[in-house]
Nanobody, 123 residues
């Protein structure tokens, strides 16, 4: 088992930046293949944002955030980060971090989830 706790959400103006953190406790995160960030806006399905492999640090991004968001991990701290720059109102959502044993970008393949943190971008 692993517990994931997100932090760093908040209210920011268009064009601003936020950095989300996801701290894992319990089983060492390197046991898992990938850590990812997903988001869910009101009335919409949860969608993939970014993911990284724990061992090599390979990164994957949704097209809507590529070039603006950066995912990184610190295995020593069991933490995954999501640096979000040039934020837009359409980035407003609850952001979740998650971990999976699989090499996948699909939410259904992720085994463990954090509680979520709200990100609101005002226009």
């Amino acid at each position: 088992q692993v517990q994931l706790v997100e932090s760093g959400g908040g209210l920011v103006q268009t064009g601003g930046s936020l950095r989300l953190s996801c701290a894992a406790s319990g089983r060492t995160v390197s046991t898992y293949a990938m850590g990812g960030w997903f988001r869910q806006a009101p009335g919409k399905e949860r969608e993939f944002v970014a993911a990284t492999t724990w061992n090599t640090g390979s990164t994957y991004y949704a097209g809507s955030v590529r070039g603006r968001f950066t995912i990184s991990r610190d295995n020593a701290k069991n933490t995954v980060y999501l640096q979000m720059d040039s934020l837009k109102p359409e980035d407003t959502a609850v952001y979740y971090c998650a971990a999976t044993y699989a090499r996948s970008l699909r939410p259904s393949d992720y085994n463990y989830w954090g509680q979520g943190t709200q990100v609101t971008v005002s226009s």
